[in-house]
């Protein structure tokens, strides 16, 4: 199953998330919260088992990298998925809070 996976992100007041709808029924998501001082709290992240091991939560976080770096805001990492991903990727320091 090789399709592109899209991903968007969805913004509300306090809250958003980073989406991949993936099939009917499907979604991998990550989930921040804003903080007052435009830093962004990324505390969850989630693929469906059936399409775990494709890449698809680096997908995620690559584009939260991609938008601190346009919108120039910094990421607070909780979510242990995306600490290492900060652990993996040194070039990414500047963007944590």
């Not at 998501?29 to 494709?54: L, N």
């Not at 991609?66 to 998925?81: M, W």
Request: one cysteine or more; charged letters at 30%.
């Amino acid at each position: 199953m090789s399709q592109e996976h899209n991903v968007t992100r969805e913004d509300g007041p306090t809250r958003g998330r980073y989406v991949i709808h993936l099939a009917p029924g499907y979604e991998a998501e990550m989930t921040f919260t804003k903080q007052q001082d435009g830093t962004i709290v990324i505390d969850h992240t989630g693929v469906p088992r059936e399409y775990e091991g494709r890449g698809i939560a680096a997908k995620l976080v690559h584009k939260a990298i991609e938008d601190a770096r346009e919108q120039g805001f910094k990421i607070t990492p909780v979510c242990s998925y995306v600490v290492a991903q900060f652990r993996r990727h040194p070039e990414w320091r500047d963007l944590q809070a």
